[in-house]
């Protein structure tokens, strides 16, 4: 079975600063995808960053990166510089062997001013 | 360019009753994806459709069907309506099938659906 574990239900973070919100997960394929997804109160779920899992090579986008450690199945998003428009709810996704997107529980972050 | 979009944007129903959920993806996405997410919870995958055929269904009963069009739009349908499936239910659309590409979806606004 493929899960997506995100142990963190809420989060805060001082405006500037930096933080770093936890993903695992568990899938028997050696091609598979993992991403981090934003959703803010408007709802609409927004693509933050994307990582191939046959490249070794973090991704990282402007203030946003990954931590991406394969052989511990773990996938971490750090955000750097935080903004109050940061503040969402994010989800990390796994695509994998089938054509459906499997969701973790989401992370609630609140960027404090 | 316009996004997915999708409608109605919010929906009151009572318990049996069905309801229909409408999708439109960005032009040029022929693969449509529905999801449940219940407050509090990340999405749960419903179907994907491409090229109007179904490609994938989520383990929901068979209450939960959908269909995708020509034009590639897309219908989410529900029968006999349970106080549980009161939930947010998003559409995504994306080029090509998941599996052989590492296109991303793209998701609406979600339609906020009530069971009273």
């Known amino acids: 079975a493929q899960t997506v574990t995100q142990s963190q239900p809420e989060m805060s973070v001082q405006e500037a600063e930096t933080v770093t919100l936890s993903c695992t997960y568990d899938t028997s394929e050696n091609n598979y995808y993992l991403f981090w997804y934003k959703q803010p109160p408007s709802r609409q779920m927004i693509l933050v960053i994307r990582?191939?899992?046959?490249?070794?090579q973090n991704a990282t986008e402007n203030r946003f990166s990954v931590n991406f450690q394969k052989a511990a199945k773990s996938f971490s998003l750090k955000i750097s510089d935080s903004q109050l428009g940061d503040t969402a709810m994010y989800f990390c996704a796994l695509l994998s062997g089938t054509y459906k997107y499997i969701f973790g529980t989401g992370t609630r972050l609140k960027v404090l001013a | 360019d316009a996004g997915v979009t999708q409608s109605p944007t919010h929906l009151i129903k009572t318990r049996g009753q069905h309801v229909t959920l409408r999708c439109s993806p960005i032009?040029?996405?022929?693969?449509v994806s529905w999801y449940q997410q219940v407050l509090g919870q990340g999405p749960q995958f419903i179907f994907q459709?491409?090229?109007?055929?179904?490609?994938g269904r989520g383990n929901f009963p068979d209450r939960f069907s959908a269909r995708q069009f020509p034009n590639y739009s897309s219908e989410l349908n529900v029968n006999a309506l349970l106080l549980g499936d009161s939930a947010l239910y998003l559409c995504a659309s994306s080029l090509d099938l998941h599996q052989d590409s590492n296109q991303p979806q793209h998701f609406g606004d979600g339609t906020r659906l009530s069971i009273l």
């Open positions: 990582q191939e899992a046959y490249k070794q």
């Open positions: 032009s040029g996405h022929k693969s």
């Open positions: 459709y491409y090229e109007k055929e179904e490609r």
